[in-house]
């Protein structure tokens, strides 16, 4: 029955609720870990009191965050299984979950934006890449930036999703749900210009490797780090951080909070909140450094 009951539910999870394949593996994980712990794959069995050892146990070992997930997994799987009659009752109704500390996302200055954003060209012109390598990452870079998407979302971009006329672009987000992204000039200059000398009218996606297969989102965090590394930038930072970027130099610059939010795709208000958060702390440094008596 249990083996029943998770395949049952993983289906559920990719094709009804469109949960992302990251997200089914966290989960998949999730649950893996808990059936070692209890050293039984019979999972449905598991009570409440089981359950809050294991939460309890694992927050001794892991980080907040993985905790979460570990309990978003089991109440996930605990709610399917009780829907579908396969248990009686959810053991996990009165989970209460860790709360955890909001972090900052770490962002770019402009400066460091636009030195990053020039570092394709700078690489070719001292021999690093060559010319199409060079072209492909600045349209890369200035379409993070210029329309703020998450890796994912460039990495499956296709010619078919772009407006070029509008400047517009049509991106499937978490969840699969579709929004439409504008973006900036410099970023249709970079594509028309790496369209133009390498991809034919054959070609459906943007992003190719060199081989000819289409780019996937481990080569673009590669690349990514090469210009980080390029640029003398700390190389823990990831393309999430030229979103983080976008948004906040957005908001600084006067746009709406409802507006940023509608162009990152978030569901929720809160999520696009913590940029507002950012803006406070950058005002609080410049206080702190330029204030006489700081």
Not at 111 to 138: N, T, V, W
Request: hydrophobic residues 40%.
């Amino acid at each position: 029955m249990d083996s029943e009951a998770k395949v049952k539910f993983f289906n559920h999870l990719g094709s009804e609720r469109m949960v992302s394949p990251h997200t089914i593996l966290t989960y998949q994980n999730a649950i893996k870990i808990f059936s070692r712990w209890r050293k039984s794959d019979a999972i449905l069995e598991a009570t409440q009191r089981e359950i809050q050892d294991f939460i309890i146990e694992m927050q001794k070992m892991r980080s907040r965050t993985t905790v979460r997930n570990y309990i978003s997994a089991l109440r996930t799987f605990f709610t399917f299984a009780t829907g579908e009659k396969f248990i009686a009752q959810n053991p996990t109704l009165e989970l209460i979950l860790p709360k955890l500390k909001k972090l900052l996302p770490k962002i770019l200055t402009l400066s460091q934006i636009f030195e990053l954003l020039g570092a394709p060209a700078k690489a070719h012109q001292l021999g690093h890449i060559s010319l199409k390598i060079a072209l492909r990452d600045a349209m890369i870079l200035e379409l993070l930036y210029g329309a703020g998407l998450r890796i994912s979302e460039l990495q499956s971009i296709k010619i078919s999703d772009i407006d070029f006329q509008n400047r517009t672009l049509k991106v499937r987000g978490k969840g699969s749900k579709e929004r439409i992204c504008p973006f900036t000039e410099a970023a249709l200059k970079a594509m028309e210009r790496y369209r133009s000398q390498f991809l034919s009218m054959n070609d459906a996606y943007l992003l190719f490797h060199d081989n000819g297969k289409i780019l996937s989102i481990r080569n673009i965090q590669y690349r990514m780090k090469f210009y980080l590394n390029f640029c003398g930038l700390p190389s823990d930072l990831s393309p999430h951080t030229i979103r983080h970027a976008y948004a906040t130099h957005l908001l600084n610059n006067g746009a709406d909070l409802r507006l940023v939010q509608e162009l990152l795709g978030h569901a929720s208000l809160e999520t696009t909140q913590i940029y507002t958060h950012i803006d406070s702390e950058h005002i609080k440094n410049i206080h702190q450094h330029c204030h006489p008596h700081a």
